[in-house]
T-cell receptor, first 112, second 114 residues
Framework: ELKVEQNPLFLSMQEGKNYTIYCNYS?????LYWYRQDPGKSLESLFV?????AVKQEGRLMASLDTKARLSTLHITAAVHDLSATYFCAVATTPSYGKLTFGQGTILTVHP | ETGVTQTPRHLVMGMTNKKSLKCEQH?????MYWYKQSAKKPLELMFVYNFKEQTENNSVPSRFSPECPNSSHLFLHLHTLQPEDSALYLCASSQDPGAGSPLHFGNGTRLTVT
């Protein structure tokens, strides 16, 4: 059974600081997704990582995938309050690419 | 505007009631999903439909019954639910999961079972 673990589960940051959220998974996969969820809202797709060594960046967020280590990271650079949300990673394995297994989520709070 | 619309947004039902959740996607996607989001638990996949055919049933109790009449609509029929079924039920769609297309989620239905 595929297990996906994120850490930390809670992250309190000051504005302007950098930090990394980690996503570890237990089975071979080359499909990893990052989502964001604001309170009371739906999940929004942030990044799709489809190969070993994939790196994607959007604004202050950068995601990477190391399939050999079964690890993805979401790096936050110079955090701002608007980044406060819950971040989820999700993994798909062959042949069930339609079946995503989600991590527990990391609740990020950015303070002034 | 997410492109995936769920109704109702909130639902309160007794354990003996029968109700249905509705999901409609306006994105032309081929795959649709039901996920359950409970407090303090990861999102749990319930059902997957590809081109109207059910391809995943993640050991969901029979009191949850999905229906996918076409690629744009997905229903979740509920009957004799338990209080522990109270959760946020999220519908999602994807263009081509085999090619790595991400899921697009609706805003969810907040279900409370009394």
């Amino acid at each position: 059974e595929l297990k996906v673990e994120q850490n930390p589960l809670f992250l309190s940051m000051q504005e302007g600081k950098n930090y990394t959220i980690y996503c570890n998974y237990s089975t071979t996969s080359d499909r990893l997704y990052w989502y964001r969820q604001d309170p009371g809202k739906s999940l929004e797709s942030l990044f799709v990582l489809l190969s070993n060594g994939a790196v994607k960046q959007e604004g202050r967020l950068m995601a990477s995938l190391d399939t050999k280590a079964r690890l993805s990271t979401l790096h936050i650079t110079a955090a701002v309050h608007d980044l406060s949300a819950t971040y989820f990673c999700a993994v798909a394995t062959t042949p069930s690419y339609g079946k995503l297994t989600f991590g527990q989520g990391t609740i990020l709070t950015v303070h002034p | 505007e997410t492109g995936v619309t769920q109704t109702p947004r909130h639902l309160v039902m007794g354990m003996t009631n029968k109700k249905s959740l509705k999901c409609e996607q306006h994105l032309g996607h081929n795959a649709m999903y039901w996920y359950k989001q409970s407090a303090k638990k990861p999102l749990e996949l319930m059902f997957v439909y590809n081109f109207k055919e059910q391809t995943e049933n993640n050991s969901v109790p029979s009191r949850f019954s999905p229906e996918c009449p076409n690629s744009s609509h997905l229903f979740l029929h509920l009957h004799t639910l338990q209080p522990e079924d109270s959760a946020l039920y999220l519908c999602a769609s994807s263009q081509d999961p085999g090619a790595g297309s991400p899921l697009h989620f609706g805003n969810g239905t907040r279900l409370t079972v009394t």
